[in-house]
């Protein structure tokens, strides 16, 4: 997969103040707040930065987090995963593997068959309807 890499008013010009502080600087929206958290609508969820397809809407599940809760991505060399250890807890960070746009974490408390929640900002998705 070809990297995209731009420079921060590059990407700045392109996202909404929201998107940029998620997505490029590592943010997260408040719970509940998120356009897609009680969101029920069959299509691919993209990555807001470079369209990649990041989840498909069939693996998202109610977490009741507050957050889109996915039991894995849409194909697992669309992401990338690093140890964060912020905010005084050590997680998994999960980013787009295109662009490295932060989406959000994942954590093994998931359904099956994963057993995993990919714990994702509504701010670093677009969503594309299934046809």
């Not at 590059?10 to 997505?23: D, H, I, M, S, Y």
């Not at 912020?86 to 994963?114: I, L, N, S, Y």
Request: overall charge negative; charged content about 25%.
């Amino acid at each position: 997969m070809e990297k995209i890499h731009k420079t921060d008013a590059q990407w700045r010009a392109e996202l909404t103040p929201e998107q940029f502080k998620v997505a490029r600087e590592h943010g997260t929206e408040r719970a509940f707040s998120g356009m897609y958290a009680d969101h029920h609508v069959a299509g691919m969820y993209t990555c807001v930065c470079c369209g990649e397809p990041a989840y498909a809407s069939d693996t998202k599940f109610e977490s009741g987090t507050g957050w889109p809760s996915f039991w894995q991505p849409a194909s697992p060399e669309n992401v990338e995963t690093k140890e964060d250890n912020g905010w005084f807890m050590r997680r998994t960070e999960v980013h787009c593997a295109r662009c490295d746009a932060h989406q959000g974490h994942v954590f093994p408390d998931g359904p099956k068959p994963t057993g995993l929640r990919y714990c994702i900002n509504s701010a670093s998705l677009n969503f594309v309807p299934k046809a």
